[in-house]
């Protein structure tokens, strides 16, 4: 799996678009860009993934770029429910003969402020 | 929505108990994981399962098994629980193919005492 680069933390104001950017300058044609976020003491929560194109649906936004070596993922309307930690992951799939593993990286703690 | 539903939130075992950690998914997905994870660890795949009856190991198998006898239903079982054994338990489930998702469940919080 390629590497993956995040801030270890942010803050952002409630009901504000909180903006959270990733680094993968070595990932491969196949790779998949993944989301997933973790709140203490739950089990990670995917968000979105997407390949090439941005992509959208009713939680986030995905912005990767042309070149496919960075990527941010956008949460419109930050609400405090939202603090978590939020992983970048790069990857084919999951399944048969890929190994996976699920490697979190460093992560960015998102906090979002009243 | 995908819902992978983990038996039990928390448990507290003996040395030496048998354990048994239950995960069903609703969604009808073939792959099913179990991981562990610990703190400057991560994410640790203990079992992975393609299909009913149909298991591989993962990275740390060792003292624990896995039992798949319907498509929804994964199974995690300590032999003999032990404390290195403390940890949290997930869950997890995909449909096969490039750029899948893989859904976790809300966890098991294992001690074992």
């Known amino acids: 799996d390629a590497k993956t680069t995040q801030p270890t933390s942010m803050d952002c104001a409630e009901g504000r678009a909180a903006n959270l950017p990733c680094n993968h300058s070595t990932i491969s044609g196949n790779e998949y860009v993944y989301w997933y976020r973790q709140i203490h003491s739950q089990g990670p929560q995917y968000i979105i993934h997407?390949?090439?194109n941005n992509e959208t649906n009713e939680m986030a936004s995905l912005i990767i770029t042309e070149d496919r070596k960075s990527s941010t993922l956008i949460l419109p309307h930050a609400t405090l429910r939202d603090t978590a930690v939020y992983y970048c992951i790069v990857r084919v799939a999951w399944g048969r003969d890929t190994g996976n593993q699920f490697y979190f990286g460093t992560g960015t703690s998102l906090t979002v402020i009243p | 929505d995908v819902k992978v539903t983990q038996s039990s939130r928390y448990l507290v075992k003996r040395t030496g108990e048998k354990v048994f950690l239950e995960c069903v998914q609703d969604?009808?997905?073939?792959?099913m994981f179990w991981y562990r994870q610990d703190p400057g660890l991560g994410l640790r795949l203990i079992y992975f399962s393609y299909d009913v009856k149909m298991k591989e190991k993962g990275d740390i198998p060792e003292g624990y098994s896995v039992s798949r006898e319907k498509k929804e239903r994964f199974s995690l079982i300590l032999e003999s629980a032990s404390t290195n054994q403390t940890s949290m338990y997930l869950c997890?489930?995909?449909?096969?193919?490039?750029?899948?998702?893989?859904?976790f469940g809300e966890g098991s919080w294992l001690t074992v005492v």
């Open positions: 969604m009808d997905h073939e792959n």
């Open positions: 997890a489930s995909s449909l096969p193919g490039k750029g899948n998702t893989i859904y």
């Open positions: 997407g390949l090439k």
